[in-house]
C-alpha cells in the first residue's frame, strides 16, 4: 500500500514540476519573442492558465505526501538515523519547511493569476510563480535524493 501511494505521490508530483515549470519559463519570457523560438513556444499559451491546475496538483500532491510522511517516519526515518544521514534528513525537514511556506503562497499566488492588477502585468504572479517553482523543484529532488539513500518499501 506504502508503495502505492508512493508511485501515485511521485506521479502527481512530476505533473506539479511539469505544469509549474512551464509556467514560470511562460511568465517570465516577453510576450514580443518570436513563435518559433523555443522560448516563444511558451508564449502561445497564457501562463494564468495554469494556476488552476498548479493548486490542485499542490495541494494533491502535499496530501499524498503527508499520507506517504506516516510510513517514511515509521519505516525510512530511523534506519536514517541509525546510519548517521543528518544531512539527507535536514534537507528533508527543509522540505517540509518550505512545502508549508507554498501552502501559505498559494491563496496570493492563485489571486494574482485570476485578478492581476491594473498595470502590473503579472509580475506579482510570475514572481509568486518562481517562488513555488523552487520550492517544488527542491521538494522533488529532495524527496528522490532520500528516496534513493534507504529505499522506500524494502
Known amino acids: 500500500m506504502a508503495t502505492a501511494l508512493l508511485i501515485l505521490h511521485g506521479l502527481v ?4 514540476l511539469g505544469a509549474i ?3 514560470t519559463l511562460a511568465a517570465w519570457t516577453p510576450s514580443s519573442a518570436r513563435t ?3 522560448f516563444g513556444r511558451f508564449r502561445a499559451v497564457q501562463p494564468a492558465g495554469y ?3 498548479v493548486v490542485g496538483l499542490y495541494v494533491g500532491t502535499a ?3 503527508a499520507v506517504v510522511y506516516l510510513y517514511f517516519e515509521v519505516d525510512i526515518q530511523p534506519g536514517l538515523e541509525r546510519d548517521r544521514h543528518w544531512h539527507a534528513l535536514g534537507f528533508f525537514d527543509l522540505k517540509e519547511d518550505f512545502v508549508a511556506i507554498g501552502f501559505g503562497l498559494l491563496p ?3 489571486i494574482s493569476w485570476r ?3 491594473a498595470g502590473e502585468r503579472g509580475r506579482t504572479g510570475a514572481a509568486l510563480t518562481t517562488i513555488l517553482g ?3 523543484w527542491w521538494s522533488f529532488l529532495v524527496g528522490h535524493v532520500v528516496n534513493d539513500i534507504m529505499g522506500f518499501g524494502s
Open 134 to 136: 523552487f520550492i517544488v
Open 13 to 16: 508530483a512530476v505533473a506539479l
Open 21 to 23: 515549470t512551464h509556467q
Open 51 to 53: 494556476a488552476n491546475a
Open 108 to 110: 496570493a499566488y492563485w
Open 36 to 38: 518559433r523560438s523555443f
Open 63 to 65: 496530501l499524498l505526501g
Open 115 to 117: 485578478r492581476p492588477f
